[in-house]
């Protein structure tokens, strides 16, 4: 099948992915005069009341803001926020399928990072969550460090988190596999972007050895110069031996290849001089940094890419519906790091139970053990991290 064409031609049928329904029925006076006036002023004058009602009376605590400015579309760049709307639409379709939550996409008009802020503050009390989508780096980090700060819900940047959760889940099954322990492993990301800089910190709270982050200069390291801010920040944390030079130079005898880059940046050579028995994760979509085939035949003894085409695909898909279905069912205000990780763990158990194998290290999205067990392990996390605000909902 020509995915593109075909998707096209649906689109086109569609006319957008999404519709919206309702739960009450409208077929009579009475229905009418329930689901709106005057029945309805009840409601409003509860919430009136005591706003926190707005919970248990209206759609609020199942509802999660899709938000992008359209500036890193997917592979497509900076495309705008029109153009990123299929992207959306299609990120609230899985959101519904795989974590029955409703999300509906708000595409802002401006790469500014005050705009977008007070564009989703002011709008936040119609949501449980909000969910950031395919905003440039450094930038995004700046708009999520912000949001944080000025709304009561979790904010939750999945091009950051969301790979992170798989990635790490991806890794501890991998290195059951080859017989390494987390804490004697040396890793290599090759992105230092929002999807390596949120990896490295999450691998590193989960008990990895060391992160070593290349971005266009080469490492990463503490001293740099022209690093912006989060660079900086990063460089405290990872590459504690000072590593520096190219990304084959800091490869030689890593254990570890993540790469959330470009195509084509790793070579048979490069895979070659890693450690024993290396894992390789090259996920630059759609053409990763190297091709399975290559890193296999150097010698890579366990490999995962985005893509659904090769063995273990590492798929945002797998934690982001059950992470925000854990956060909405308690009311979480934040996302922690610990209920990442708890998600994280879930993911890679659920492979485990299964037995694991070179080419199985995660499970299918479309598993439903994967929405049950990632989401109960948000749940846990968001009540001994502290920020669960309500008993479990009924979802």
Same mark, same amino acid.
């Given at each position: 099948?020509?995915?593109?064409?075909?998707?096209?031609?649906?689109?086109?049928?569609?006319?957008?992915?999404?519709?919206?329904?309702?739960?009450?029925?409208? *077929?009579?006076?009475?229905?009418?005069?329930?689901?709106?006036?005057?029945?309805?002023?009840? @409601?409003?004058?509860? &919430?009136? *009341?005591?706003?926190?009602?707005? %919970? !248990?009376?209206?759609?609020? %605590? $199942?509802?999660?803001?899709?938000?992008?400015?359209?500036?890193?579309?997917?592979?497509?760049?900076? #495309?705008?926020?029109?153009?990123?709307?299929?992207?959306?639409? /299609? *990120?609230?379709?899985?959101?519904?399928?795989?974590?029955?939550?409703?999300?509906?996409?708000?595409?802002?008009?401006?790469?500014?990072?005050?705009? &977008?802020? +007070?564009?989703?503050?002011?709008?936040?009390?119609?949501?449980?969550?909000?969910?950031? +989508?395919? #905003?440039?780096?450094?930038?995004?980090?700046?708009?999520?460090?912000?949001?944080? +700060?000025?709304?009561?819900?979790?904010?939750?940047? !999945? !091009?950051?988190?969301?790979?992170?959760?798989?990635?790490? @889940?991806?890794?501890? $099954?991998?290195?059951?596999?080859?017989?390494?322990?987390?804490?004697?492993?040396?890793?290599?990301?090759?992105?230092?972007?929002?999807?390596?800089?949120?990896?490295?910190?999450?691998?590193?709270?989960?008990?990895?050895?060391?992160?070593?982050?290349?971005?266009?200069?080469?490492?990463?390291?503490?001293?740099?110069?022209?690093?912006?801010?989060?660079?900086?920040?990063?460089?405290?944390?990872?590459?504690?031996?000072?590593?520096?030079?190219?990304?084959?130079?800091?490869?030689?005898? @890593?254990?570890?290849?993540?790469?959330?880059?470009?195509?084509?940046?790793?070579?048979?050579?490069?895979?070659?001089?890693?450690?024993?028995?290396?894992?390789?994760?090259?996920?630059?979509?759609?053409?990763?940094?190297?091709?399975?085939?290559?890193?296999?035949?150097?010698?890579?003894?366990?490999?995962?890419?985005?893509?659904?085409?090769?063995?273990?695909?590492?798929?945002?898909?797998? @934690?982001?519906?059950? #992470?925000?279905?854990?956060?909405?069912?308690?009311?979480?205000? !934040?996302?922690?790091?610990?209920?990442?990780?708890?998600?994280? /763990?879930?993911?890679?158990?659920?492979?485990?139970?299964?037995?694991?194998?070179?080419?199985?290290?995660?499970?299918?999205?479309?598993?439903?053990?994967?929405?049950?067990?990632?989401?109960?392990?948000?749940?846990?996390?968001?009540?001994?991290?502290?920020?669960?605000?309500?008993?479990?909902? *009924?979802?």
């Amino acid at each position: 099948m020509d995915y593109s064409e075909e998707s096209l031609r649906l689109h086109r049928e569609w006319r957008g992915k999404l519709d919206i329904g309702h739960k009450m029925p409208v *077929k009579t006076r009475e229905d009418l005069s329930l689901a709106y006036t005057p029945g309805v002023a009840a @409601a409003c004058l509860e &919430i009136r *009341k005591d706003p926190d009602r707005c %919970w !248990d009376l209206t759609g609020r %605590w $199942n509802t999660v803001a899709v938000v992008t400015d359209g500036s890193a579309v997917l592979g497509l760049g900076d #495309i705008g926020p029109l153009a990123g709307m299929p992207v959306m639409e /299609g *990120k609230c379709v899985l959101f519904k399928a795989f974590g029955g939550v409703d999300a509906f996409p708000v595409c802002v008009g401006s790469k500014d990072v005050r705009d &977008i802020v +007070e564009t989703v503050r002011l709008i936040s009390g119609s949501f449980g969550g909000v969910n950031l +989508e395919d #905003i440039s780096a450094p930038r995004c980090f700046e708009v999520e460090r912000r949001l944080k +700060e000025a709304v009561d819900i979790p904010v939750f940047h !999945d !091009d950051q988190h969301g790979t992170a959760v798989v990635i790490l @889940a991806a890794l501890r $099954n991998a290195l059951k596999i080859v017989g390494k322990e987390m804490a004697d492993v040396r890793a290599v990301v090759s992105g230092a972007g929002a999807a390596g800089a949120a990896s490295a910190r999450l691998l590193l709270s989960a008990g990895l050895g060391d992160v070593v982050l290349c971005d266009r200069k080469g490492a990463v390291w503490r001293g740099r110069d022209g690093m912006d801010p989060e660079k900086a920040s990063l460089a405290e944390i990872t590459n504690r031996d000072l590593v520096r030079g190219s990304l084959a130079d800091v490869m030689r005898g @890593a254990d570890v290849f993540i790469g959330v880059s470009a195509a084509g940046l790793v070579s048979r050579d490069m895979v070659r001089s890693m450690g024993r028995d290396p894992v390789v994760f090259p996920m630059a979509n759609p053409v990763p940094e190297i091709l399975p085939g290559e890193a296999l035949e150097a010698g890579a003894a366990v490999v995962g890419t985005g893509r659904s085409d090769f063995p273990n695909q590492i798929n945002n898909v797998l @934690a982001f519906p059950g #992470i925000f279905r854990g956060a909405l069912d308690v009311r979480a205000s !934040d996302i922690t790091q610990r209920m990442l990780v708890a998600a994280s /763990g879930a993911l890679a158990g659920i492979a485990e139970e299964d037995g694991l194998d070179r080419e199985r290290i995660l499970p299918l999205p479309f598993d439903p053990r994967v929405r049950e067990r990632v989401s109960g392990a948000v749940v846990e996390a968001a009540v001994s991290s502290g920020v669960a605000r309500a008993a479990m909902a *009924k979802s």
